[in-house]
């Protein structure tokens, strides 16, 4: 498919109309690498096909340029016999001798012979174009022999009565395109074209013809942005992509800016082999340097004075190579490895350190150096190590461990094979990898340990290898950390630092053995016999202290409230606003909303959130999830599932605390809210780096998929995965029944199965657990479970219980929860409507609305029965104003949109509440306006 060609094909036919008319001409396709001219020239002829026009055609070429007249031979050659009226062609071209005859031996110069024999050439063109107007095409007219050009040459200076139109192709910035032939021949063109690039609908077109669809436009711009309308680009990367198996849509639009076709580096390859030296230098140049690259840099790197340099500048602008004139960037990353594969590896090498050396002398950035030393197969210079290690922290600073750890690597080929810097290197490095790559970590602290000479060094060294808090660490990792410890001895025996490291160690160590019961059990002991409050002064006394009371608050056995207490000690001893503010916060958010007790740590995520805020800094993953913990404490689902859904998108690897947690709130929220396509969604998207060694996690997807089972009617399968959890949790020694709530579901699952004796069995032992750990929503819950299944006046003062114990709760939504129950019990009177408008305006303000008839929140509903939809934060918002007496109007003024937005949300508002309006929202909301106002 020829495209967007017509307006020079038109020139062309203009052209042979002169030429029948005796008006000889010759005209010029002139463009980069790849613009068409060859495509374009192919298929001239067959656009004059209804016309009476005789063809003669020539492709010059590289490797033909020594062939005496290989043009002019082709060009005769590909005119039928009968073109020339049974004339032989070749009876003055033809002959093998001619070359001999037309260039004696010993003449340098063609001029001399060839003047007697090109007059008698153009009479026999002459001859031919009588019969019918001649069409000369000749394509890269830069690459023909010498011979050939001074015959065109020629014939172009003398068209008068020759009845043809002589096309040729010449391909800009080519160095022989400056040659004197060339330079007369171009020089009498009559007209020059010189194409422009395919528009974006054109390159829509080749993609309908590769893919045999249309693409979407995001798709079709990328395609057309990455090729900038060259033909031979797109005709290059769209079969690439429609190899790779991808469609043209949107989603795979950011692949045609990183695809490098091999064919098409090879091809521009070729055309930079074929350059001059100074050209192939400053495009090696251009490649090496990258992005780093300056005009008088890269200069300097090819070894060109600015004349040099600035031609050839030039030259691979005018091929069409470059993003812009005088700029040293090429157009496609295919263009820098065609530049690269003209090199060996170790030219390459030698190049890259080359220019490090540079970068380094013009003062450039550690890491642009250390880019170009991690490239160099040479050892590096004095500075090189203190450049790398530099580079190193940037890079970790700004997020990119693995960066870092391949500028550390390089560093460790330049150090010594013993002594205390390559140990520092190996720390270094494995701090880097503790990110992304945990064995290597382990494998490089072990290295960097065996060459440290005292205890203390070892120690600090060690503690590098703990992952974050919340991440399991593997049994090598804690051994090492054992091995730090003892060497350096107890705490209770040391001062100062080395006190401090005996201190981390004895908390990391607890803290990789919390699924062992025995361990969980020394962590309790040791809180209880405690006759004074901890130390919380140091950082290590706060981060033992803290692994203390995870391990409690995992175990069940002490009372929340006191484990909530010392907790709130650690908090007002960490700084919201300091660097490293949250290094113990993995441990104390679980704390805290395992005790049901979470403004503390509210106040601090709020106070945290702004400080980075006022300081222009983005919103932290770990934060956005320990958020979401707290609002799901709080039964706020909505807002719960927003933070989460947040931190699970920023976090920034795989592993991260941050993402783990918010596997778990968000598995949490599709509990809580009955909707399995959340849970289903959740456990899709988590992968196992996310979960890995995580049993808060993974029990609380598995939770999920009890649940998508019980929708489908598999109670018995549910049950079993439910109660599979719970043997696991409870091998663990983990018991908190706020933090795993794998006994309430199990109940509900016996009770829809009819084992209500088992339910009841079940009920009593939450129950139990609940008065031991103390938090009230754990003893609300368990009451009002206990007071489903007594019913009679019994299970009615049981739910007056739960009601009444759940008032002192932060988790709103248990407390809905309990008075939907209550008012079941109740069943009729003032009294049940009092506490049923309660819980519907508690169940407002947490996102979850539902009619009083309905099944409660977070119990399996039946097969095919859709989740009832939740308010969005915003919706709720929106609703408590107008349920305040706010119009709309106001609304908008309060939170700063406009009228048609509040319009907007409370007509979504109204369809997911089942209401019409204003009157019957005020009837929801009823006397517990200041609870959804508070939302």
Request: aromatic content about 4%.
């Amino acid at each position: 498919m020829l495209l967007e060609r017509t307006s020079e094909t038109a020139l062309v036919r203009d052209a042979l109309h002169a030429a029948a008319d005796g008006r000889s001409s010759l005209l010029l396709f002139a463009g980069p690498l790849g613009i068409g001219r060859s495509a374009w020239l192919r298929a001239l002829p067959a656009r004059f096909a209804d016309q009476d026009v005789c063809v003669m055609r020539a492709n010059a070429a590289v490797m033909e340029q020594e062939f005496v007249f290989g043009v002019v031979r082709q060009l005769f050659d590909s005119l039928p016999l009968a073109a020339s009226g049974g004339e032989a062609a070749g009876s003055l071209l033809g002959e093998d001798s001619l070359a001999e005859y037309l260039l004696p031996a010993g003449t340098e110069d063609p001029a001399a012979p060839l003047d007697a024999v090109l007059p008698d050439l153009r009479e026999m063109l002459a001859r031919l174009g009588r019969r019918r107007p001649l069409l000369i095409l000749v394509d890269d007219l830069q690459w023909a022999d010498t011979w050939s050009l001074r015959c065109l040459a020629y014939l172009a200076g003398r068209p008068q009565g020759m009845r043809a139109v002589l096309v040729c192709t010449l391909r800009d910035g080519d160095a022989r395109a400056g040659h004197p032939l060339v330079c007369e021949v171009t020089d009498a063109a009559t007209q020059v074209m010189r194409p422009a690039p395919l528009s974006p609908a054109a390159t829509g077109q080749l993609v309908r013809e590769q893919f045999g669809e249309s693409g979407e436009e995001e798709f079709v711009l990328a395609c057309h942005r990455a090729s900038g309308g060259n033909p031979v680009f797109l005709r290059s990367l769209l079969p690439a992509l429609d190899a790779a198996g991808l469609r043209p849509t949107a989603e795979h639009a950011g692949t045609a800016g990183t695809l490098r076709p091999a064919p098409l580096r090879e091809r521009l390859a070729g055309c930079l082999r074929a350059q001059t030296r100074p050209v192939r230098d400053l495009s090696a140049a251009i490649a090496i340097l990258g992005d780093q690259g300056s005009p008088s840099l890269a200069a300097r790197l090819a070894g060109l004075d600015a004349i040099g340099a600035s031609g050839a500048l030039r030259v691979l602008h005018r091929l069409g190579l470059l993003v812009a004139d005088g700029v040293p960037g090429f157009v496609h990353p295919v263009v820098q490895d065609a530049a690269e594969s003209a090199m060996t590896m170790d030219e390459r090498g030698s190049w890259h350190e080359r220019a490090a050396v540079l970068l380094h002398e013009a003062g450039h950035s550690a890491e642009e150096v250390a880019a170009q030393l991690t490239a160099a197969a040479t050892p590096g210079n004095s500075w090189s190590a203190a450049v790398l290690r530099t580079a190193a922290d940037a890079a970790l600073r700004r997020g990119a461990p693995r960066q870092a750890a391949r500028f550390l690597r390089r560093a460790l080929l330049d150090s010594p094979e013993q002594g205390e810097d390559r140990a520092r290197l190996l720390i270094d490095l494995a701090a880097a990898e503790n990110a992304y790559d945990n064995a290597a970590c382990e494998r490089h602290i072990a290295q960097a340990m065996a060459l440290l000479e005292t205890p203390h060094d070892r120690a600090a060294a060690a503690l590098r290898i703990s992952p974050g808090f919340l991440s399991t660490l593997s049994p090598s990792a804690a051994d090492i950390l054992r091995q730090a410890a003892v060497g350096l001895g107890a705490a209770d025996r040391l001062a100062g630092s080395a006190r401090g490291l005996a201190l981390r160690l004895e908390a990391r160590v607890n803290h990789s053995a919390r699924h062992e019961p025995a361990e969980l059990a020394r962590s309790v002991g040791w809180l209880r016999e405690r006759p004074e409050d901890p130390a919380v002064c140091s950082g290590a006394e706060r981060e033992l202290l803290a692994v203390l009371l995870h391990a409690a608050t995992l175990s069940g056995r002490l009372p929340a409230y006191e484990v909530a207490r010392q907790a709130e000690r650690i908090l007002r001893r960490v700084p919201a606003t300091g660097p490293g503010s949250q290094s113990v916060l993995p441990l104390l958010a679980p704390v805290f909303t395992g005790s049901d007790d979470v403004e503390a740590l509210a106040g601090w995520l709020t106070a945290r959130e702004q400080h980075r805020c006022r300081a222009g800094g983005g919103t932290e993953s770990l934060v956005q999830a320990e958020l979401a913990m707290v609002l799901l404490a709080r039964g706020r689902l909505a807002h719960a599932r927003e933070h989460a859904e947040r931190a699970f998108e920023q976090a920034a690897d795989g592993c991260s605390d941050g993402a783990a947690v918010a596997v778990a709130v968000l598995a949490a929220v599709a509990l809580e809210a009955g909707d399995t396509v959340l849970g289903d969604r959740v456990r899709a998207e988590a992968n196992g780096q996310r979960t890995a060694g995580n049993l808060a996690s993974t029990t609380m997807l598995r939770l999920t998929e009890a649940q998508a089972q019980a929708q489908r009617g598999e109670l018995d399968r549910a049950l079993a995965t439910v109660l599979a959890c719970g043997r696991q949790l409870e091998a663990s020694g983990w018991r908190n029944p706020v933090l795993f709530p794998w006994r309430p579901w199990a109940i509900r699952l016996l009770h829809r199965s009819g084992d209500l004796e088992s339910a009841r069995a079940l009920a009593e032992e939450e129950y139990a657990q609940a008065r031991i750990w103390g938090a009230p929503v754990a003893i609300g819950r368990a009451q009002r479970l206990r007071g489903r299944l007594r019913g009679g006046s019994e299970g009615t003062a049981l739910l007056r219980d739960a009601v009444d114990v759940l008032r002192g709760s932060a988790n709103e939504l248990e407390l809905a929860r309990a008075l939907s129950a209550l008012a079941r019990a109740v069943r009729e009177g003032a009294e049940a409507r009092e506490l049923l408008r309660e819980s519907a305006a508690l169940a407002l303000a947490c996102g979850v609305p539902w009619k009083a008839e309905r099944d409660l929140p977070g119990s399996p509903r039946p097969a095919g029965t859709p989740p009832e939809p939740a308010l969005t934060p915003t919706e709720s918002r929106v609703t408590a104003l107008a349920g305040s007496g706010l119009t709309n109007q106001e609304i908008a003024t309060e939170l700063g949109v406009g009228s048609r937005v509040v319009e907007k949300h409370l007509t979504n508002s109204y369809r997911k509440l089942g209401i019409s309006g204003r009157p019957q929202l005020a009837a929801l909301l009823g006397g517990a306006r200041k609870i959804a106002v508070g939302s």
